[in-house]
């Protein structure tokens, strides 16, 4: 995975005035556009298309100081007008390109991402590979914003809103893998980034004949492959870093790929204030070709 995210990179610096294929690119290295770019936002820190915006605009710059057309350099890179490419340029370097060109900067570079994978094995993770029906995840969902550090104030409102009663409700209606309530969330930005919208369920999972209760919401999860990861500790805080380590050393050194589909918490065990917990988390895998 390492390779090709560097091969990424490389093709990044070659299509930097006009459309990168991530797709098409993808395909050609044996992968998936999907476990591209989550497998990219994950390791960098940014979306792939925040990358390439931030690198098309460094060097951008340098054109800019060089006095050409402000249109010509806006069409070069992508842009129908200088009004567009003067919102992006802004939003990279904090200036205008009248600015930089009146004042020399100040400019803020992106350097050329290149991604190595360290190995220090002091932090072994405790995986199972399951091969699971197709089944049915049921609950109460909402549309909440995604955030990578630190509670999801969002989903606690939601989860607090529903009555005591309805969590004991949905617990008794679980009648297959993974077991108890559920945390899931669906529908995410393939890019991962931190804002974007997606579907947030309180639920179960039940067999896929089991009728859907009156009154929930459910989605329908084909047959696959899931990677399960157990982690204790500290939440939500050890449950963040393992989704950080699944991505910084479990897919770099497995020949398993992110699919799409939604990925799950099972909360095994909680303490009374729910500060630590022991939790398993479910996602949706391929192997790699």
């Not at 914003?145 to 989903?155: E, Q, T, V």
């Not at 805080?237 to 393992?242: D, E, H, K, R, S």
């Not at 699919?259 to 790699?288: I, K």
Request: charged share 20%; proline share 7%; hydrophobic share 40%.
């Amino acid at each position: 995975m390492i390779a090709i995210l560097n091969r990424v990179v490389d093709v990044v610096e070659d299509h930097l005035t006009d459309d990168l294929d991530v797709a098409g690119l993808a395909s050609s290295l044996g992968t998936t556009e999907y476990h591209v770019r989550r497998m990219f936002s994950s390791l960098a820190g940014m979306p792939l298309s925040e990358y390439v915006r931030r690198r098309r605009m460094t060097v951008a710059a340098a054109d800019v100081l060089g006095g050409g057309d402000l249109l010509g350099i806006a069409v070069r890179y992508g842009y129908g007008s200088t009004e567009a490419f003067g919102r992006a340029f802004r939003a990279v370097h904090g200036v205008s390109p009248a600015d930089v060109r009146r004042d020399g900067g100040p400019l803020r570079t992106q350097p050329q991402l290149r991604f190595r994978l360290t190995v220090e094995g002091n932090t072994p993770m405790d995986t199972r590979i399951t091969d699971r029906p197709s089944f049915r995840l049921v609950g109460h969902a909402a549309r909440v914003p995604l955030i990578h550090h630190g509670a999801n104030s969002h989903i606690q409102a939601h989860i607090a809103a529903l009555p005591a009663a309805e969590h004991a409700r949905l617990k008794e209606l679980s009648d297959t893998e993974p077991a108890g309530l559920l945390q899931v969330s669906d529908d995410v930005d393939p890019d991962y980034t931190e804002g974007t919208e997606l579907t947030y369920l309180h639920g179960v999972a039940l067999n896929a004949e089991t009728p859907v209760p009156d009154h929930l919401d459910a989605i329908e999860v084909p047959a696959g492959t899931w990677a399960v990861f157990r982690t204790a500790g500290p939440y939500p805080a050890a449950l963040q870093a393992t989704w950080a380590a699944t991505a910084s050393d479990w897919f770099p050194s497995n020949p398993w790929r992110l699919r799409e589909g939604p990925s799950m918490v099972a909360v095994l065990e909680r303490s009374p204030d729910f500060s630590t917990a022991t939790c398993e988390l479910w996602l949706p895998v391929e192997r790699a070709e």
